[in-house]
């Protein structure tokens, strides 16, 4: 059983560039949510994907959007890369129907780099 | 109000437990996690706890819970150096869609 993937796991970019990031749900989740982990600091949330709507959002601006496919694979799009763009990108799958105990699981994250 | 705090580090010998501490603010949190981060890679889940609960034990984990004084800890027996790694504990939101509020996490090193 395949858990949750991220691509790539490594990204480059300058200021000003746009990036897009990758994430497939473990088998069987329905639900695809993205965080934000800076260096030496806890993951933050940046929104969920539900049906293929975003559901939820956390303090980010704008230039944070997102996508969720019928397959339920989710994509992550930042414009604009600011230096403080760079993190480690999280996604996490989960399954809705489960109800308030709903375990997000986390795949290995996309560390960007903004230079 | 969303925050939750961790005590920035930890060292212990190897074979000692290891108690990891958070506090938490909101009290409709419904459930508490706690997860593992080892360099470079994602996290771990590790265990969780209902918020109806005070105590969980699941092998060499104890996860105690205080909802009065809203203070989670972790407990590992007989640490290991494999259990080296950041521990985060994270509170979840569940207005209808659950998110998660992570601490700052706790960096736990085991010497030999």
């Known amino acids: 059983d395949a858990g949750v993937t991220q691509s790539p796991t490594h990204l480059i970019k300058t200021r000003g560039q746009q990036v897009t990031l990758r994430c497939s749900p473990k088998?069987?989740?329905?639900?695809v949510s993205w965080y934000q982990q800076a260096l030496g600091q806890g993951p933050q949330f940046i929104f969920q994907?539900?049906?293929?709507?975003?559901?939820q959002r956390g303090n980010f601006p704008d230039r944070f959007s997102g996508h969720q496919f019928p397959n339920y694979s989710s994509e992550l799009n930042v414009n604009a890369l600011l230096l403080g763009d760079s993190a480690l990108y999280l996604c996490a799958s989960s399954w809705k129907k489960s109800g308030a105990q709903e375990t997000q699981y986390f795949g290995p994250g996309t560390r960007l780099l903004v230079l | 109000g969303e925050d939750v705090e961790q005590s920035l580090f930890l060292s212990v010998r190897e074979g000692d437990s290891s108690v990891i501490n958070c506090t938490y603010t909101d009290s409709s949190s419904t459930y508490l996690y706690w997860y593992k981060q080892e360099p470079g890679a994602g996290l771990q889940l590790l265990t969780y706890i209902f918020s109806n609960m005070d105590m969980k034990q699941d092998q060499r984990l104890t996860v105690l819970l205080n909802k009065k004084d809203k203070h989670l800890s972790l407990r590992i027996a007989d640490t290991q150096t494999g259990d080296s790694a950041i521990y985060f504990c994270?509170?979840?939101?569940?207005?209808?869609?659950?998110?998660?509020?992570f601490g700052t996490g706790t960096r736990l090193l085991v010497s030999p």
């Open positions: 994270a509170e979840s939101m569940n207005t209808g869609f659950q998110k998660l509020v």
């Open positions: 994907y539900y049906e293929e709507e975003e559901r």
């Open positions: 088998s069987g989740h329905d639900t």
